[in-house]
Each structure stands twice: as structure tokens, then as C-alpha cells.
């Protein structure tokens, strides 16, 4: 059974920054797609950024330069580096895995290419 566990939300100011982490079990995070997802109040579920089998990574447009993905296949764990944060950053947080392939070829940060989530942990930014 896959779980996926996020932690290292938090409240921190405009500018601040906050590492989040996913601890992955059931799955392997060397060799599945892996990402990261975001939902404010209101508002779609969108992709932060994913990373690949080789450590490829993808970004959305709005977190290019302050964010950063990456893994450690040993822990098989998953982060989040957030820097310079912003208030548009508030959201949670979600963790998410995609189990199709035993390979994942490239980068991925559109929801329904995922099929497993975690339990999301909040990232408030106040101005």
C-alpha cells in the first residue's frame, strides 16, 4: 500500500522560506514520477513541480527560481525547498506519486498523471 506523508508546513513571513518533506512507503521514489502540488481556498489544484527517474525536474511558471525539487533515494523521501515566499504561496501542500511505469522518462506536473496523494500540510505567507 502506497502512503505518502507531507510535513514541514508552517506560517512564516513574505520573503521567509519553509522546506517541506514527503516520506514515500509502498513506492520508490527513484524510480516513480514524483511531484508536488499546491490548492488555495477556491481555487484548482495545481502542479508545483515534478521530478523525474534521473532527477530531471519541472516547474510551473510562477515558482521557477525561488523553488526547488529534489530526492533522496536512500531515505525514499521527497522535498520542497521554498525560498523567497510570497503570500500567493498560500496553499496546501500535497505530496503525489504516479506507480504506472517502473521508469518515469520525464518530469510530470499535471494532476490527472498522478495516482497516488498524500494528506497535504498547510503554507501560510503573511504579507
Known amino acids: 500500500q502506497v502512503q505518502l506523508v507531507e510535513s514541514g508546513g508552517g506560517s512564516v513571513q513574505a520573503g521567509g522560506s519553509l522546506r517541506l518533506s514527503c516520506a514515500a512507503s509502498g513506492i520508490a521514489v527513484s524510480r516513480a514520477c514524483m511531484g508536488w502540488f499546491r490548492q488555495a481556498p477556491g481555487k484548482e489544484r495545481e502542479g508545483v513541480a515534478g521530478?523525474?527517474?534521473?532527477?530531471?525536474?519541472k516547474y510551473a511558471d510562477s515558482v521557477k527560481g525561488r523553488f526547488t525539487i529534489s530526492k533522496d533515494n536512500a531515505k525514499n523521501t521527497l522535498y520542497l525547498q521554498m525560498n523567497s515566499l510570497k503570500p500567493d504561496d498560500t496553499a496546501i501542500y500535497y505530496c503525489a506519486a504516479r506507480s504506472f511505469a517502473m521508469y518515469c522518462y520525464g518530469p510530470r506536473t499535471a494532476k490527472n498523471e498522478y495516482n497516488y496523494w498524500g494528506q497535504g500540510t498547510q503554507v501560510t505567507v503573511s504579507s
Open positions: 521530478i523525474a527517474s534521473d532527477g530531471s525536474t
